[in-house]
T-cell receptor, first 108, second 113 residues
Framework: KNQVEQSPQSLIILEGKNCTLQ??????????LRWYKQDTGRGPVSLTI?????NTKSNGRYTATLDADTKQSSLHITASQLSDSASYIC???????FGAGTILRVKS | ETGVTQTPRHLVMGMTNKKSLKCEQH?????MYWYKQSAKKPLELMFV???????ENNSVPSRFSPECPNSSHLFLHLHTLQPEDSALYLC????????????FGPGTRLTVT
């Protein structure tokens, strides 16, 4: 069954700290892997899109990694800010299978 | 959020009502999508339109009826909904197919009473 599992379900960190969110997938065929940020009450916004040949991709303080062999991806957030509080969603597969997301809360 | 807009942003309706959700994209894209997002669950793809033709219908109950009059507009007509249909309904658009980056609207928060 095509699945995308994200961990942790939720996370609270202090402003300025780094954090890493995990995504494991069993989806096949694989086209690309995406990370989205979704603020409360808003639609998801794309952070990164990686093809299977890319190992890492950055977008400002966000860095995504991909290991296509182990079918794992991570999203690393550096020097977190209050505005990073949101749900982070991992998506992959030709038919776009979505993970349930990790809810991140950054506290001052 | 000017790329993909959705109206209304919030909707409360009774189970016997008929209402419609509207989505408009200003990005020149060819594909449009309806998603359902329930609390703590992954986004569920409902319908996919490409060049105004429905190309995917993921076993969605007939009480949800999509309409795509042109490549910039997408509607979701609702009738005789159930309380479990309460969710955030998101519209998205992309160039050509799901392989391309999708741009989401802000969503319509629907509550069925």
């Amino acid at each position: 069954k095509n699945q995308v599992e994200q961990s942790p379900q939720s996370l609270i960190i202090l402003e300025g700290k780094n954090c890493t969110l995990q995504c494991n997938y069993t989806v096949s065929p694989f086209s690309n892997l995406r990370w989205y940020k979704q603020d409360t009450g808003r639609g998801p916004v794309s952070l990164t899109i990686m093809t299977f040949s890319e190992n890492t991709k950055s977008n400002g303080r966000y860095t995504a990694t991909l290991d296509a062999d182990t079918k794992q991806s991570s999203l690393h957030i550096t020097a977190s800010q209050l505005s990073d509080s949101a749900s982070y969603i991992c998506v992959t597969g030709n038919k776009l299978v979505f993970g349930a997301g990790t809810i991140l809360r950054v506290k001052s | 959020e000017t790329g993909v807009t959705q109206t209304p942003r919030h909707l409360v309706m009774g189970m016997t009502n008929k209402k419609s959700l509207k989505c408009e994209q200003h990005l020149g894209h060819n594909a449009m999508y309806w998603y359902k997002q329930s609390a703590k669950k992954p986004l569920e793809l409902m319908f996919v339109y490409s060049l105004e033709e429905r190309v995917e219908n993921n076993s969605v109950p007939s009480r949800f009826s999509p309409e795509c009059p042109n490549s910039s507009h997408l509607f979701l007509h609702l009738h005789t909904l159930q309380p479990e249909d309460s969710a955030l309904y998101l519209c998205a658009s992309s160039q050509w197919t799901q392989a391309y980056e999708q741009y989401f609207g802000p969503g319509t928060r629907l509550t069925v009473t």
